[in-house]
């Protein structure tokens, strides 16, 4: 099944920087209507005016900023017919790791893609298409030495869009995982 993007209304979390920047540039040249969301307010902003898009910053971290986020998003675009799910953190490191540098990984890097999917199904389900981006990493299929709690996580997201695709295919959703390996961003 193919996605078209000129006109489709777009969400990218994590878009003032990195790849999910190249991800809202990209689909802005494409002929998207992109709703960038990033944590720090003027990145979000930056990228959006840079592209002619809408600005939302917001934590993607916690469900009140994914509700918060979807909500935004359909009031600016009407609908959302693609999501990309990028946001990400690489903190701690082995098992010594703090708890709460466990807990903040897993709430971004997986649960960010769960609280989307929940947001966003209902809809996409009911018009019979829909498409959701995950972006996880080569740490996820591989592993990422030195850092536990990002390689375990991103291994937890690409299992999660995985099953959202296994699961939803038959119904008109199309979930795409990437896994960018190497990527030059300040992460």
Not at 41 to 68: C, L, M, N, S, W
Not at 105 to 111: G, K, Q
Not at 113 to 119: D, F, G, I
Request: proline share 3%; net charge negative.
């Amino acid at each position: 099944m193919t996605v078209e993007i000129n006109g489709a209304g777009v969400v990218v979390t994590g878009a003032g920087a990195g790849i999910g920047r190249a991800l809202a540039r990209g689909l802005a040249a494409a002929g998207a209507r992109v709703v960038v969301n990033d944590l720090v307010f003027e990145a979000a902003t930056a990228v959006a005016q840079e592209i002619g898009g809408y600005p939302h910053p917001g934590d993607v971290g916690t469900e009140k900023g994914v509700r918060e986020l979807v909500a935004g998003a359909r009031e600016y675009l009407g609908e959302i017919d693609i999501y990309c799910s990028n946001a990400g953190i690489a903190i701690g490191a082995g098992p010594d790791a703090p708890d709460a540098a466990w807990q903040q990984s897993w709430e971004v890097n997986l649960m960010a893609h769960v609280r989307a999917s929940r947001e966003l199904l209902p809809a996409w389900l009911e018009r019979g298409r829909g498409c959701f981006v995950v972006t996880a990493s080569a740490a996820g299929l591989l592993t990422m030495l030195g850092t536990a709690t990002y390689s375990v996580t991103k291994h937890a997201a690409e299992s999660y869009a995985e099953w959202l695709a296994a699961t939803y295919a038959h119904r008109g959703l199309v979930v795409h995982c990437i896994c960018p390996q190497g990527v030059r961003t300040n992460m």
